[in-house]
């Protein structure tokens, strides 16, 4: 048995993160929608972005792939919010124990990468949350304002790209455990 990577994107992190670190552990990578549910794995990676307290795909993937076919699920968030807040990574873990399925009963590893936003490319749904996320913003006296609050009205209508494949270096080690721990 092997390892695989799937992964959810919306506008492209997720999948260029997915590609770099399918590349540095040498296994195959596959968007979430056309991934072979049928197949075993002793290292499911799965890579999402985050959107409006979810990740991509990462629900549908687990509720329909049996924790039958692997012994180990690393999970790894791409988002624009910083994970090295405290506050943002304990946000980000709880909402993905939320997606989890209730019958899984296996050790979960987390992880979590920044990606990049364009807002030129958003779609209507999310330009529009976006702006209402900006408008809360505004509203933060400025003596109050967070350094995610800060990062939010400074890059707001902008380019903002803070994808880091150095960041994946972590990950990298971290697998290169497992794989001893489930003698890949």
Not at 22 to 41: G, I, P, R, T
Not at 78 to 95: C, F, H, M, Q, Y
Not at 148 to 162: I, P, Q, S
Request: hydrophobic letters at 40%; zero cysteines.
């Amino acid at each position: 048995m092997k390892s695989v990577i799937i992964f959810g994107s919306q506008y492209g992190s997720s999948k260029q993160y997915a590609e770099m670190l399918a590349k540095s552990l040498h296994v195959e990578y596959f968007d979430f929608q056309e991934f072979n549910m049928s197949k075993k794995y002793d290292v499911l990676i799965y890579i999402g972005a985050l959107y409006a307290g979810g990740v991509k795909g990462l629900s549908k993937t687990l509720k329909n792939y049996s924790t039958d076919n692997y012994n180990k699920l690393v999970i790894i968030t791409v988002g624009i919010a910083d994970p090295k807040d405290l506050k943002n990574a304990e946000t980000i873990r709880n909402s993905i124990y939320k997606q989890l399925p209730k019958n899984l009963n296996k050790e979960i590893e987390l992880f979590h990468v920044r990606g990049s936003l364009d807002y030129s490319k958003l779609n209507l749904q999310h330009k529009l949350m976006m702006k209402l996320v900006y408008q809360r913003a505004r509203k933060v006296p400025t003596e109050k304002r967070d350094e995610e609050t800060k990062a939010l009205l400074a890059t707001y209508n902008k380019k903002a790209n803070f994808i880091d494949f150095n960041s994946l270096q972590f990950i990298i080690d971290r697998y290169m455990q497992i794989a001893k721990e489930v003698n890949i």
